[in-house]
Every structure is written in C-alpha cells, then in structure tokens.
C-alpha cells in the first residue's frame, strides 16, 4: 500500500525567501506525482505534474522534480511571496491504479 | 462557468435531515470523484464513476449515496449523518481513468452536522 509523507507539516518564513517542501512515498513503481495548492476552506489547485518518465516540471517560480528510486519529490518555490501563502499537497499515482494517495500536506506562511 | 463547480459551498443540517451535494463540471471530462478533507488528516477518497457508472466505493457508509445521471453531473445524497461526517467535501472530475489524466478540484462543500 502506497504511503506519502510530507515534510516539514509546517513552515513560516519571511518574504523572498528560496523553500523546498518535501514528499516521499513507499512504493516507487509509481505513474505521475502532482502537486497542488490549497487554500483554508478551498479546494485543490493543480500547480504541477510530473509523469514517472520525467525528472523535473517547472511553471513559474515553481520547480518540481522527482526521483523515483528515492521515492523523493521535491517542491521548489523561489522568491516566496506572503501570496504563496497555503497548504501544498503531494500526490502520488501508483502503476496499476487510477487513484492517488495524498499526503497530508505542508502549511506555508509567508509573511511580509 | 468553467471548471469544476460545487453547490452549497456551506451546509449545515442536522443528524435526521436530508441533504445532496452538488458538483457540475464544464470540462468535457468522464470521471468524477468525492473525496473527504477532514481537519488534520489526507484526502479520503469516497468514490469514483467513468462514464456514469460507479467504479470506486471506498468502504463509504450507506448513508452517503452518491449518484451521476450524466458525465457532467455528480452528487452526494446524505441523510441520517454523525457529526463526525463534518468535514469538507471536494469534487474532482479528470478526461478519464488512468494514463497521465490531472485531476481538476471544485471549491468544496463545507458541511457540518450538529
């Protein structure tokens, strides 16, 4: 059974400032891993996905890249802004199944 | 509209009422999915249907009866609830099942049972 931590489960830092939010997952015979956003009392914002095939999704000031014999995928936020502001979840699709296992997410502050 | 929209965004109802939720997507898509956010833990998968037919039942109590009368179409019939059932309830659709198909969320229905 797929299991997905996150880390850290909290996170405040001041403007500006280069983060790395954490997942990993049990089970690396994995088919994607996405990335979303959510905001308090929101539902999900996909940011990035990235296929089993590839190393790294950008979009933005957002990078995220995956190594599957790790069971490891990183979240890179550049030049945090307070708008980035949010609780980030992972995802993860094993091989074989269409449903993803999250995780329970990383609670950013920035403050201004 | 676009997307994936969910009617309430807030309910309230007590243990003996009854209630649905609703979800519409406006993406052409062919799967649809509830999930269950409840405060501090993941996303609780509840079912999932393709094409309207329901393909996915998360060992979900009888009293959530989901129904899909269509592909654009999903809702979440509740009676007879706990206060536990209190959480927030999230509709996704994607294109299908499988392959490399991104999952779209509505707003959620924040629900709380007294």
């Known amino acids: 059974k797929q299991e997905v931590t996150q880390i850290p489960a909290a996170l405040s830092v001041p403007e500006g400032e280069n983060l790395v939010l954490n997942c990993s997952f049990t089970?690396?015979?994995?088919?994607?891993l996405q990335w979303f956003r959510q905001d308090p009392g929101k539902g999900l914002t996909s940011l990035l996905l990235i296929q089993s095939s590839q190393r790294e999704q950008t979009s933005g000031r957002l990078n995220a890249s995956l190594d599957k014999s790790s069971g490891r995928s990183t979240l890179y936020i550049a030049a945090s802004q307070p708008g980035d502001s949010a609780t980030y979840l992972c995802?993860?699709?094993?091989?074989?199944?269409?449903?993803?296992?999250f995780g329970r997410g990383t609670s950013l502050i920035v403050h201004p | 509209e676009t997307g994936v929209t969910q009617t309430p965004r807030h309910l309230v109802m007590g243990m003996t009422n009854k209630k649905s939720l609703k979800c519409e997507q406006h993406l052409g898509h062919n799967a649809m999915y509830w999930y269950k956010q409840s405060a501090k833990k993941p996303l609780e998968l509840m079912f999932v249907y393709s094409l309207e037919e329901r393909v996915e039942n998360n060992s979900v109590p009888s009293r959530f009866s989901p129904e899909c009368p269509n592909s654009s179409h999903l809702f979440l019939h509740l009676h007879t609830l706990q206060p536990e059932d209190s959480a927030l309830y999230l509709c996704a659709s994607s294109h299908a099942l499988g392959g490399d198909n991104e999952q779209f969320f509505g707003p959620g229905t924040r629900l709380t049972v007294l």
């Open positions: 089970d690396s015979a994995i088919y994607n």
């Open positions: 995802a993860v699709r094993s091989g074989g199944s269409y449903i993803p296992t």
